[in-house]
């Protein structure tokens, strides 16, 4: 079993959805969530972090983690075409190694 | 923001030979870089831990001895592949850890990444 699980897609949505994603993980020691935008042939941008559980919100993106469930998700609103791109999670326990999901690839319609 | 460079953004190269790959934090001291291959439509697979000063710590399965890593200074770690095979074609990212002191989080900044194809 793989330590974070992530649907890799494709997911493919009309220009201005909303575009949910979201990881399950099996360490109970990960403590912060990260959110990764991957363009093809780039390396990945950070999007939004969150430590423990909650929800954060930063523009059209949402963060959400529920640790009890060992769930995390992405929310995207008014989604764009620019926002296709492969969308990573990623996990820390705190000591800086990061354990990625495989990535799911969007591709939003205009 | 911090950016972080690698170069070259990709290489081809013969089979035996070795490429080096350097990864450079521009605006910031980054005490530890991390170094990544990612093959076409999966994840990024941590290779090596790499500490300025010290002997750079790699993750199960990965062979030091092909993989050489020097982190020379506070901004720059190099990766070299020696004696490269086709099967080490790969995408090599590297990232620099800066600490956010507010949240004590050590955040990883990547670089753009170094397409390698060995013929």
């Known amino acids: 079993q793989k330590e974070v699980e992530q649907d890799p897609g494709p997911l493919s949505v009309p220009e201005g959805a909303i575009v949910s994603l979201n990881c399950t993980y099996s360490?109970?020691?990960?403590?912060?969530f990260m959110w990764y935008r991957q363009y093809s042939r780039k390396g990945p941008e950070l999007l939004m972090y969150?430590?423990?559980?909650g929800n954060k919100e930063d523009g059209r993106f949402t963060a959400q983690v529920d640790k009890s469930s060992k769930y995390i998700s992405l929310f995207i609103r008014d989604s764009q075409p620019s926002d296709s791109a492969t969308y990573l999670c990623?996990?820390?326990?705190?000591?800086?190694?990061?354990?990625f999901g495989a990535g799911t690839t969007v591709t939003v319609r205009a | 923001g911090a950016v972080v460079s690698q170069h070259p953004s990709w290489v081809i190269c013969k089979s035996g030979t070795s490429v080096k790959i350097e990864c450079r934090s521009l605006?910031?001291?980054?005490?530890?870089m991390f170094w990544y291959r990612q093959f076409p439509k999966q994840s990024l697979m941590l290779m090596a831990t790499s500490n300025e000063g010290s002997k750079a710590t790699y993750e199960q399965g990965v062979e030091k001895d092909k993989f050489l890593i020097n982190h020379a200074s506070l901004t720059l770690s190099t990766l070299t592949v020696t004696s490269a095979h086709p099967e080490d074609s790969s995408f090599y990212i590297c990232?620099?850890?800066?600490?956010?002191?507010?949240?004590?989080?050590?955040?990883?900044?990547f670089g753009p990444g170094t397409r390698l194809t060995v013929l």
């Open positions: 605006d910031f001291q980054a005490t530890t």
């Open positions: 969150t430590y423990s559980s």
């Open positions: 990232s620099a850890s800066m600490l956010d002191r507010a949240s004590s989080y050590n955040e990883q900044f």
């Open positions: 990623a996990m820390s326990a705190g000591s800086g190694k990061l354990s």
């Open positions: 360490n109970s020691a990960f403590q912060y």
